[in-house]
């Protein structure tokens, strides 16, 4: 019964998005993968080599019709009261569609499709929290946050320990921010909204079906977004980066190539007790790959700052190629240390650091990186 009921709310999240035709403000989001490799390709490429030519492509609406996500500003100004809504919801609300509905326990979805629209009218975030399925509170507690301006009250996902990075882009108005977001996709969309514009929904999407529903979802919330924005808390172009080395055992022979990882590419959270950068679920998906996870007491003074590996210190995590060794340095034998030579604990922060650590693999072999890194605060998780 409790997996049923789990299913349920997640179905009824997603029929609450596409009841009335409507597209949802946000599309389903991909696994984590390696976002927008074709970027970083482009990137690194010799001076001497050209791109090929791509061919132009026709404008989408011909491609694709767009479809209708409506205007969430309209929906608003619109709203006459929970009772008429509720009734309007339901007379649009095919039997079908209502049969399921029940089967998964959830009837009362035109109700709280309505009270998310009654929180916004009446600028009570509070309303939220009567909706009855708790994705759904938090998807209207997120939806309040954007549509207010208010990124303090967006909600922290479930088991990411940090709020929604769109939410807190849109509701700050802040394009750089949109950074933050894990997948391709998800930054086109987030950027489009901000931006108020159909050009980071273009850029990214796969196909023409997803770029047109990407375009009539962030249109959905142009209105919402005033044209005037402050100044973006990351300057224009900032590349989150982190490089490790892995250091020969022989000191005088020369070090290993500098690998490249996306694990800073989105961002870094501060929570109450420390400062977590990448994460040990990150995929590392070719042979010169590498993922790694820091975690730094939270600096209690202005760098530079040095922070020993061990229990009370930092702790570094690497892994290397698909098939390479996990190198952990919680292990006793570790040593080394991470310093910090540039720290902002405020959302759009800007961290940077070096670090050198030696330790065992599994295998007992000694091992030594060396680790250089530059990202922004994501979030402050403490004060969500």
Known sequence: MTRCRTGAAALAAALVACLGCRASEEPPRRPRAEPAAHLRAERHRPPTERPEAVPERPPLEVIYPMPDAGDIVAEVEAFAGLDACTAAFRERLPAPLGEVLADVGYAGLPVDGCRTLQALAARSVDECDRLQVRFAKLGCRRRYAMFHGRPELCPVEPGAGSRDPTCVAVAMRDPSMCLGVAEAEGEGLCRAIVLRSERPCRAVSLTARAAAACVAAARRWWRAV?????????????????AVRILPDDPDAEPGPERESLSLAHGVVITAEEVVMGSRAEPVLGPDAVAVELRLPLPGSVPPLRFEVGPAGASVWLRLGPDGPGLDS?????????????????????????????????TGQPTAARIRFLTFVRDVASSS
Do not use: I, K, S
């Open 226 to 242: 005033p044209r005037e924005r402050p100044r973006p808390l990351l300057p224009h172009g900032f590349e989150p980066m982190l």
């Open 330 to 362: 919680d292990v006793d034998l570790a040593e080394g240390a991470v310093e910090l030579e540039r720290f902002e604990d405020r959302p759009g922060g800007v961290v940077q650091g070096r670090g050198e650590v030696r330790f065992q693999t599994a």
